[in-house]
């Protein structure tokens, strides 16, 4: 019998090693690989749009993720599209965090 709490403190632990040799050898040899980007931006977009789907449609609550859209929309018009992220993000956790104990109470009942 494996202690739950042991098993999961070492695949955390084990994750956190990966991370980090791993953004280590990418920022030693990162500089010297080469290759093109073009087209990313649009694929990451399309990832986090299929990502935004699959939770709409894995929920039946879809309050977290109006929130979320909502705060976005507004940050875009105030921040305008190159500035509007890290605020958005920001306001996301923030309402989130302080919305917890009700969205949860809430999901209890759907």
């Known amino acids: 019998e494996v202690d739950k709490g042991w098993f999961m403190f070492f695949v955390t632990l084990l994750n956190h090693i990966y991370w980090v040799?791993?953004?280590?050898?990418?920022?030693?040899?990162?500089?010297?690989?080469?290759?093109?980007t073009q087209g990313l931006d649009f694929v990451m977009t399309a990832l986090f749009i299929v990502i935004f789907l699959e939770q709409w449609f894995s929920?039946?609550?879809?309050?977290?993720?109006?929130?979320?859209v909502g705060l976005s929309i507004i940050c875009l018009l105030i921040f305008r599209k190159d500035n509007f992220i890290i605020p958005a993000m920001v306001l996301i956790f923030l309402v989130l965090t302080l919305l917890r104990r009700p969205l949860e109470k809430k999901e209890e009942f759907i």
């Open 21 to 36: 040799v791993g953004a280590t050898i990418g920022g030693l040899i990162g500089p010297f690989i080469h290759f093109n």
């Open 59 to 68: 929920k039946k609550g879809h309050l977290p993720s109006l929130i979320g």
